[in-house]
């Protein structure tokens, strides 16, 4: 259902995406879909370590990870640091924002792709879950 909104909400505004279905961890593995993508979004499902190791993999060098957080997110920016730069990434900028007829303020993470995530990653997301970068 998520996938086909976000599919009919970008063709009603003309941006020119595609929307794969799929597990992150399963999708990064296969050869078509590793590193061959612009970029990845993510609603904030998990901590950003977490997000990285499941993202960045699908993102080429050139590209960017956009993650959306809660403004009381700097303790796991810091955190993210870490995981994002040995993924291959690196933050580039916070972005903070009002979601539109509200008052609630999130962020944007944003990361370069600034070189291939090595081989190994990701993991198996029971290990990803377990043991974060």
């Given at each position: ?120 990653f990701p993991r198996r997301f029971s290990r990803i879950k377990k043991a974060?970068?």
């Open positions: 259902k998520k996938i086909n909104f976000i599919r009919d909400a970008c063709g009603a505004l003309d941006i020119n995406v595609r929307t794969i279905a799929g597990r992150a961890e399963e999708l990064a593995l296969e050869p078509r879909h590793r590193e061959r993508y612009d970029a990845a979004v993510s609603r904030a499902v998990a901590r950003l370590p977490i997000l990285a190791e499941l993202c960045l993999p699908l993102v080429r060098p050139g590209g960017v990870f956009i993650a959306m957080k809660s403004l009381d997110s700097d303790q796991e920016i810091e955190e993210g640091r870490r995981a994002v730069g040995q993924l291959g990434g690196r933050l580039r900028q916070v972005i903070e924002y009002t979601l539109p007829g509200t008052d609630i303020v999130r962020r944007l993470i944003v990361v370069d792709k600034v070189s291939e995530t090595p081989k190994g974060p970068l």
